[in-house]
């Protein structure tokens, strides 16, 4: 078998090329490649945050998310509007899950914390706030199964005072992190924990069925307005989150679908 001139040309210059792709790759050095791999992280944080500058602005009155499967990917971000420390807050959702295994409820990280707050229901029983690094555990309350969670979690930076509630019950007072405000800019996650800023979500921490009416205030509301948000009545809504003006952007298997809450 003969080659022309042009082709044993073309057969050494591509011989050539794959030597050079092999010794390209021998000399890439594992430093390089995660450099590569941090940088990239770094890379799709900033579209996740760039993403979420489009966030929907709604009245979600009468709507729910669902998320049916648990994934690493499936999850709603909340845009807020903060330009100052969070020295206190109140959070309130209605939650509705099958699931018998730690999930996260609610997830507000900042650039210099990812866990900031970090509230989950726990597998062993319980519910769990983490603030900072530091957390309690609160058991005795609600925890039913197939059917629809009212819950609220307050925190006052200043002397670390915390409760829970959930289906009209309260809980005993703790103390959670004193003098410990909360400084940045929030990403704000239902449905995933955050283990960095606005990412590195892992399956097995995440939230399976139906959540609605999220609100978040950055006071400690007072026990009748937080009676009157488990009682389903009128109540003045969160003034950072509000669920009847909620700007958020979703991503993976996430649905919008009208509540049965108070049908």
């Known amino acids: ?101 730690d999930q996260s409820l609610f997830s507000l990280a900042t650039p210099s914390d990812p866990k900031d707050i970090n509230l989950c229901m726990q597998s062993k029983g319980g519910y769990k706030l983490n603030i900072r690094g530091n957390s309690v555990t609160i058991s005795g309350l609600p925890e039913n199964r197939n059917a629809w969670i009212s819950f609220c979690g307050t925190w006052d930076s200043k002397t670390g005072l915390t409760q829970m509630w959930a289906n009209g019950r309260r809980s005993a007072s703790k103390i959670l992190k004193p003098n410990g405000p909360i400084n940045g800019k929030p990403s704000i996650i239902l449905g995933q924990n955050q283990g960095s800023y606005g990412g590195r979500f892992v399956a097995s921490q995440s939230f399976v069925g139906d959540v609605t009416d999220v609100h978040f205030w950055d006071s400690v509301i007072s026990p009748c307005q937080i009676k009157l948000y488990m009682q389903g009545k009128n109540f003045t809504p969160g003034n950072i989150l509000n669920w009847k003006a909620l700007e958020f952007t979703t991503g993976g298997g996430v649905f919008k679908e009208i509540s049965d809450y108070n049908c």
Not at 34 to 45: A, G, H, T
Not at 64 to 79: A, D, G, Q, R
């Open 1 to 101: 078998m003969t080659f022309t001139v042009e082709e044993k040309d073309a057969e050494e210059s591509s011989s050539k090329t794959a030597i050079l792709d092999i010794c390209f790759i021998k000399s890439f050095k594992q430093e390089d490649m995660e450099s590569v791999l941090k940088w990239m992280e770094k890379l799709l944080v900033l579209l996740f945050l760039i993403y979420g500058c489009y966030a929907e602005h709604q009245d979600l009155s009468g709507k729910k998310f669902i998320i049916p499967v648990e994934t690493s990917n499936s999850f709603v971000k909340l845009s807020v509007n903060v330009s100052k420390p969070v020295t206190a807050m109140t959070m309130c959702q209605r939650f509705f899950t099958e699931e018998h295994r």
